[in-house]
């Protein structure tokens, strides 16, 4: 014998039961006091926050060799690192033809209005001094360029008629000479402004054309650029080394804490920035409804998600959108970019009128694995001894634009012939044109045994680009 019970519906609606009517008010009030949660004990919602924030630019920059030199605040720091010295390429000119084709137009384009009864011999006399030099078929230095028959056809065209103006800034720039040397049939009162026009094209290439002052940041044996930087903290100098930047956009995370000392020099002091805002909750897609009754959306199902008891990013992310979303709120931060800032306090007032001071989430040893912290640098060598919270906003580019690719080198491993071979898919030609590599004689190179050139990796390629 059993008995089962059954609701019986004594009306056909249900507005009043989907009320949620409270019965005894003063009884849910009494256990609200009884169980301490008017203390604003996890229960007081934030007003108004304020905080304070230390930051300073990063005022020195350091590549791989060389002495540190100050870093330039009118530049990008990709800029500052992917720069390299025009002599920098081994065996080849150290500027393309464009670049040479480019610096005569300029110059001849300077010096236009200067003498406007001889322009045409004026002209022809820079034409012959620093000439477009045509190759000789017989002679095997020359054979790649006579070889490829666009780039004889544009040697061709330009030989005798175009002006090499990098020879005119070699001299200019390296031999400290005048742009009048050599020049006839001219008055005497236009040398001066044959010279003016000079130093205006060494300013002119020297500002198109960023070179370092010393050694570059890029590291030939792993194809990467490496380079640090420092900057002003509360507690002294912060030395950032990049140990790993392909190139393209820099980010924060490109960046770790270098243990091993300050660049020297005088860092600024970092600048203090105290602000009070309203926190405002945290919203996004799919958030579950505080109301009742309420038909959430539907675009962002997360049922759907099937994580694995080792994917501990997605649980994590899953209890934090299902169980502890609406605990979070954020505030407003303004900082300007290049800047590694540190929040040195925050405080926060509740609905009660208690004042809160919030430590650090991340604030506990480096080692501790048990540790939580997000958007913060990790140690050089992981030999990290403290945490780190100081919050680094290079002072990069804000929009790259990449040119056509120009050289691309792929590596690939022979491990039968213990050998690396560098395949060019993409060549450039003598005029500067990028080409497959194909309609190059040099198909591929090689290089030793394994134990020196073995890429430590997986297959690599390397590009070369234009950047504006």
């Not at 791989?64 to 720069?83: I, K, Q």
């Not at 670049?99 to 006399?125: M, N």
Request: glycine share 8%.
């Amino acid at each position: 014998m059993w008995n089962r019970l059954e609701g019986r519906p004594r009306t056909a609606d249900f507005d009043r039961a989907l009320r949620a009517e409270v019965r005894d008010p003063l009884w849910m009030l009494t256990r609200q006091w009884q169980l301490g949660e008017f203390r604003a004990s996890d229960a007081g919602s934030p007003v108004t926050a304020g905080y304070s924030v230390a930051g300073a630019p990063p005022t020195r920059f350091r590549p791989p060799v060389g002495p540190v030199e100050p870093l330039a605040t009118d530049r990008p720091l990709e800029s500052v690192a992917e720069r390299r010295p025009l002599q920098f390429r081994f065996g080849a000119d150290p500027v393309s033809f464009d670049l040479r084709l480019a610096l005569g137009h300029r110059w001849l384009k300077l010096i236009r209005g200067l003498l406007t009864s001889s322009v045409e011999d004026f002209r022809g006399q820079y034409v012959a001094k620093y000439p477009i030099a045509l190759p000789d078929p017989e002679q095997v230095p020359d054979t790649p360029r006579v070889a490829h028959a666009e780039v004889w056809a544009t040697l061709q065209a330009v030989a005798g008629r175009h002006m090499d103006g990098y020879l005119l800034y070699h001299r200019l720039k390296y031999e400290n000479g005048l742009a009048s040397d050599g020049i006839v049939n001219v008055q005497h009162i236009h040398y001066g402004a044959l010279n003016e026009r000079g130093r205006e094209l060494v300013a002119w290439f020297d500002s198109l054309i960023d070179q370092p002052a010393g050694a570059p940041a890029w590291d030939p044996s792993r194809l990467e650029h490496r380079f640090s930087v420092a900057a002003g903290t509360p507690d002294g100098e912060q030395v950032l080394t990049a140990p790993e930047y392909p190139g393209g956009e820099l980010e924060w995370h490109a960046f770790s804490v270098d243990r091993e000392g300050p660049l020297g020099g005088t860092a600024p002091a970092p600048a203090a920035l105290h602000r009070t805002v309203f926190p405002a909750p945290v919203r996004f897609s799919g958030m579950p409804l505080p109301r009742w009754w309420a038909v959430e959306d539907g675009k962002t199902n997360f049922a759907a998600l099937r994580p694995d008891s080792t994917d501990l990013a997605r649980l994590i992310f899953l209890e934090f959108a299902l169980v502890y979303s609406n605990d979070w709120y954020q505030l407003p931060c303004d900082l300007p970019a290049g800047t590694l800032a540190s929040v040195s306090g925050l405080s926060v007032a509740d609905v009660f009128g208690e004042q809160q001071w919030i430590a650090p989430a991340g604030a506990g040893p480096g080692g501790d694995w048990r540790r939580c912290s997000m958007f913060t640098l990790d140690c050089l060598g992981g030999k990290q001894t403290a945490a780190q919270l100081a919050l680094l906003l290079p002072p990069d580019a804000s929009k790259i634009s990449d040119g056509p690719v120009l050289e691309e080198v792929l590596l690939v491993r022979d491990e039968q012939a213990n050998l690396v071979w560098g395949l060019e898919q993409t060549v450039r030609t003598a005029t500067g044109e990028p080409r497959r590599g194909t309609s190059s004689p040099r198909r591929a190179w090689r290089t030793g045994g394994a134990s020196t050139v073995r890429p430590r990796g997986p297959l690599r390629s390397h590009r070369s680009r234009t950047r504006r």
